[in-house]
């Protein structure tokens, strides 16, 4: 089955600590994964897709095949980082529709 | 005009009434987007439009049916709705099947039915 497993309902930190909100994927052959962040009362917004490998908001995500993980990590949090994030992973890569299956989501809350 | 624009924001029904959501972009985006996001849990596909076709329908009940009448419009026509029903309906684009962009969403409109 092709699915996102986020282990964590809610991540609590201090400003300034590092984060990391775990996301594991199953699926067969090479995933198409993503991203997306929802603050409060905003549109969901991409925030980074595997493909691309940069930076944003000084957040990264590396594929790790083996691990079947992507986890997304930051080492300083802010507190604007508050926010919803979702792991998504394209389940149609070869027909160009990107059928995106989500996660359940990890709330992260981080404390001054 | 970068954004994905849904409207109402905001639509209470009751179970017998006929009602539609809409959905409007002009980024010349040839691939619509409906999703269902219930409260606490994840977005989940409902329908994809690619070329104001349906493409994938995601064994969603008949009581929604989406419509595509022009490149830049993606309505979801709402009929004889259940409590469950109840969601954040959320729209979004992406440029065609070819390219390699990722969707951009909507804000949604939050239905619930009476």
């Known amino acids: 089955a092709q699915r996102v497993t986020q282990p964590e309902k809610l991540l609590s930190v201090f400003k300034g600590a590092p984060v990391e909100l775990k996301c594991n994927y199953s699926?067969?052959?090479?995933?198409?994964l993503f991203w997306y962040v929802q603050y409060s009362r905003q549109r969901l917004q991409l925030l980074l897709r595997?493909?691309s490998r940069e930076s944003i908001k000084g957040f990264t995500a590396d594929l790790n095949k083996g691990e079947t993980s992507f986890h997304l990590k930051k080492p300083f949090a802010q507190e604007e980082d508050s926010a919803m994030y979702y792991c998504?992973?394209?389940?149609?890569?070869?027909?160009?529709?990107?059928?995106?299956?989500f996660g359940t989501g990890t709330r992260l809350l981080v404390s001054p | 005009d970068t954004e994905v624009t849904q409207t109402p924001k905001h639509l209470v029904m009751g179970m017998t009434n006929k009602k539609s959501l809409k959905c409007e972009q002009h980024?010349?985006?040839?691939?619509m987007y409906w999703y269902k996001q219930k409260a606490k849990k994840p977005p989940e596909l409902m329908f994809v439009?690619?070329?104001?076709?349906?493409?994938i329908n995601e064994s969603v009940p008949s009581r929604f049916s989406p419509e595509c009448p022009n490149s830049s419009l993606l309505n979801l026509h709402l009929h004889a709705l259940q409590p469950e029903d109840s969601a954040l309906y959320l729209c979004?684009?992406?440029?065609?099947?070819?390219?390699?962009?990722?969707?951009?969403f909507g804000d949604g409109t939050r239905l619930s039915i009476l």
């Open positions: 979004a684009s992406r440029p065609d099947r070819v390219s390699n962009q990722p969707q951009h």
């Open positions: 699926y067969s052959g090479s995933p198409e």
């Open positions: 595997h493909i």
């Open positions: 998504a992973l394209n389940t149609e890569k070869n027909t160009g529709f990107q059928k995106l299956v």
């Open positions: 980024m010349g985006h040839r691939a």
């Open positions: 439009y690619s070329y104001e076709k349906l493409s």
